[in-house]
Structures are given as C-alpha cells and as structure tokens.
C-alpha cells in the first residue's frame, strides 16, 4: 500500500470477472491501489456458489469492497453496465469509509430508468437472456457448444443477467454527492439518457462517447485508463 494516493475499486458487468479488466488496470497509475471485484461464482472465487438475489448481491460487492478498504486514503468507484448500477447502490448506502474522490459510469443508465427497463421483463426464461447477452455484442456463440465454457461463463452470465433483471430502484430521496464521470456509447446509450444520472448525482460531470458497442472497453481500454488516471492523480 506505500505510496497509493487513491484506492480504486471495479466493478464489472454480467458475467464479468477480474481477468476481464486486466487491460485496463495494467495501465492505471501505480499510484492507485486498484481492487477489482469478484463477483461469487467465477474467477478466482469460482467455488462459491452463485447469489440467488439482487441485494446478495449487493451485499456481497458491499462487503468485498469493505474488507479491502484502505482507510488512509480517498477511494474512487467505477462500474461498468451492471457494475454501475451496483456501485452506485453501494454510495448510496454510505456502505464504505473515508472520501470518495470520485464515481466512473460506464454504459448504463440511470438506475431510475434501468429498474422501469428491467421491470417489463418478470421471470425471464435463459433463452430471454441469452437474446440480451446478444444484443449487447457480449455472447460468443461457440461457447454454448462447449460445456466447459457454459459453466465458466456462459451460467454465471445467466445468474448475473437474472439478478439483474430483478433490480428495483429504491427511491432514494437524498442525491449521491460525487463528481462523476460517464463512458458511453452513443449507439448503445445516448447521451440523453446517461444525462438522467443527474437527478441522482449532485457534483461535477464528465463525458467521454467512445466505440460503436456496449463492450467498447475491449477496444478503448487505453482511452479509459487516461481519463481515470487524469481523474484521481495529479501529473
């Protein structure tokens, strides 16, 4: 932990893991302590059962991220799709200690608009899921034909698809106080719409539209780790 400024945690979209933001954080600051979550179920916790339920869920993200604070330095949150939505629920709950430098949105919605999106859809059946999974760009079809993968990543995608559909916006009254930046894809989430997360955050905006899909993280990890690193630490 010698000299980290600012402690950074990630978390990542459904079905993601630790190994699927290795681009990225090799290129963060070494001044940033850098925690990407692992959610139950995969990576390097694939022996643990997966949650059955939105607020495990959060649960879970909220006491990975508890045992792993620094207390000694500021923190910064950047989620990513469903990551987003659970981190944002995480600051909304005061759930860590110490400062919160900063919040990073990627390609989500609001959770305002995302529990009325999700809320059309009530017991999705996998094939429904699956359709979601292909219509964000993140579904490689070969791995359906190969039971090894579908149960590394094709079940955990499900179960974290299925939790997902099952968020509910709590109705916080109180706006989250962080200045916030958003990456978005304009074809996959306009900026209209990523504009809605200001009835929830109070604080400095920024913007940054890169790629042409829900997954521009794969290709634009270089842009993403700059406007982190220009965010949380000084030259």
Not at 98 to 114: M, N, Q, T, W, Y
Request: with cysteine; hydrophobic share 40%.
């Amino acid at each position: 932990m010698q000299n980290k400024e600012v402690q950074l945690f990630i978390l990542p979209y459904a079905g993601g893991s630790i190994a699927a933001f290795k681009r990225l954080t090799d290129l963060i600051d070494e001044r940033i302590d850098v925690v990407t979550v692992e959610y139950p179920g995969r990576g390097t916790r694939v022996k643990e059962p997966l949650v059955d339920n939105i607020e495990a869920l959060i649960n879970d993200v909220i006491k990975f991220c508890f045992d792993r604070r620094n207390n000694s330095i500021p923190y910064a949150v950047m989620g990513y799709s469903m990551g987003s939505v659970l981190g944002y629920e995480m600051l909304a709950r005061k759930a860590l200690p110490g400062e919160l430098r900063h919040f990073f949105v990627s390609a989500e919605v609001s959770p305002k608009d995302c529990s009325l999106e999700l809320r059309k859809v009530s017991n999705p059946t996998d094939e429904r899921l699956l359709e979601r999974a292909r219509s964000l760009g993140g579904l490689d079809e070969r791995m359906l034909c190969n039971k090894r993968f579908v149960d590394i990543f094709i079940r955990p995608m499900l179960s974290d698809y299925r939790l997902f559909f099952e968020y509910r916006f709590p109705g916080y009254q109180e706006k989250l106080k962080a200045d916030t930046t958003f990456f978005y894809c304009e074809q996959d989430t306009s900026l209209i719409d990523i504009e809605k997360w200001s009835e929830l955050i109070e604080g400095k905006y920024d913007f940054h539209e890169m790629g042409e899909n829900h997954f521009f993280i794969n290709q634009h990890y270089q842009e993403m780790a700059k406007v982190i690193n220009d965010a949380l630490v000084q030259g």
